[in-house]
């Protein structure tokens, strides 16, 4: 199993403004992802991070936008840029292993509401 | 990564068993179906997960057709903190897949005293 710490657990920011959200996971591990959940939705994948290469990003979703830093196999970051009211959200942390039989772990979210 | 099909919303009363259908009909060989749950305000939670047999662990059974092209997640006796928005997800454990999950939209169960 793995433990996900996600900070911070919710803000509100102004418009304009970046927030950065971290992800610690109390393992190593060699994939860690990005979802958003907007309100009243399911979770669709912003990214993957992969420790040592630049994320790949999924469609619909730019690195001008959402920068994700992996700089070790314990951490991440993504920062909302330039943030608009359309970016109020959850943001997820969660990792997994590529081609395994395991199940992914999710962190608790940061709750994001921009005014 | 196959598409799956739930349906939008169930009640189940509390004590009884919950069946949770998803349809993955362009299922492939190499795929698993995993179920999550996500209960309001809080990260998805892994239930279970199998490939073509029936699976059962302490939290559900999954019950998964003989052509895979559907499965069933039983809980065997609800209670209401089983309340939630179930996730049924198809994904390869093949080596060029990262271990992403591509979420549907999920059946939302309510469970009723």
């Known amino acids: 199993s793995a433990v996900i710490s996600q900070k911070p657990s919710r803000d509100i920011c102004q418009r304009g403004t970046s927030l950065t959200i971290q992800c610690q996971v109390d393992?190593?591990?060699?994939?860690m992802f990005w979802y958003r959940q907007q309100p009243g939705q399911s979770l669709t994948l912003i990214a993957t991070?992969?420790?040592?290469?630049?994320?790949?990003?999924e469609s619909g979703f730019v690195i001008d936008k959402f920068p994700i830093s992996r700089p070790n196999l314990t951490f991440s970051t993504l920062t909302v840029s330039n943030m608009s009211p359309e970016d109020s959200s959850i943001y997820l942390c969660s990792v997994g292993r590529p081609g395994e039989n395991t199940e992914a772990f999710f962190g608790q979210g940061t709750r994001l509401t921009v005014v | 990564d196959a598409k799956t099909t739930q349906p939008p919303s169930m009640d189940c009363a509390e004590g009884r068993a919950a069946n949770l259908p998803c349809n993955h009909s362009?299922?492939?060989?190499?795929?698993?179906v995993y179920w999550y749950r996500q209960i309001h305000s809080q990260g998805p939670q892994y239930i279970i997960h199998g490939l073509k047999n029936n699976e059962t662990n302490e939290m559900a059974s999954l019950i998964i057709t003989e052509d895979r092209k559907s499965s069933t997640l039983i809980l065997p006796h609800a209670t209401l903190r089983d309340t939630a928005v179930y996730y049924c997800?198809?994904?390869?454990?093949?080596?060029?897949?990262?271990?992403?999950?591509?979420f549907g939209q999920g059946t939302t169960l309510q469970v009723k005293p």
């Open positions: 393992s190593q591990v060699t994939m």
């Open positions: 997800i198809v994904r390869d454990h093949g080596s060029s897949n990262t271990g992403k999950l591509i």
């Open positions: 362009t299922i492939s060989g190499n795929e698993y």
């Open positions: 991070a992969n420790q040592g290469s630049e994320a790949t990003y």
